[in-house]
């Protein structure tokens, strides 16, 4: 299984990247895929979700900026990042994980990085004020 991550830089604040995301080995469709970040001297949180039915999760810090999205014909996952901000800055890594269902019915949105199975190698993110 590979994730590959790309698409990360330099930028100003208020500008957008893209981020892309890979994968191979698995059958993408029946994955949930995951953004998430790690800045220096902290823990790695979530940034986004996106369910194998394309049900969406974002983080509080994030919504309304970034959207993820996934492409299940080329394998690929995407993360649009809009006004970015210095504190956006980080490494980010996708991540991907079996879809399963929730105990209600519909699917379940793993939020939690140790509920991940398989991760890329990640791409840095930096923004200047």
């Known amino acids: 299984v590979q994730l590959v991550e790309s698409g990360g830089g330099l930028v100003q604040a208020g500008g957008s990247l893209r981020l892309s995301c890979a994968a191979s080995g698995i059958t993408f469709s029946r994955y949930a895929m995951g953004w998430f970040r790690q800045a220096p001297g902290k823990e790695r949180e979530v940034v986004a979700v996106i369910t194998s039915t394309g049900s969406t999760y974002y983080a509080d810090s994030v919504l309304g900026r970034f959207t993820i999205s996934r492409d299940s014909v080329k394998n690929m996952q995407y993360l649009q990042m809009n006004s970015l901000k210095p504190a956006d800055t980080a490494v980010y890594y996708c991540?991907?994980?079996?879809?399963?269902?929730?105990?209600?019915?519909?699917?379940?949105?793993?939020?939690?990085?140790?509920?991940?199975?398989?991760w890329g190698q990640g791409t840095k993110v930096t923004v200047s004020s």
């Open positions: 991540a991907a994980v079996f879809q399963r269902e929730s105990y209600g019915g519909g699917v379940y949105v793993p939020k939690r990085a140790s509920e991940y199975t398989y």
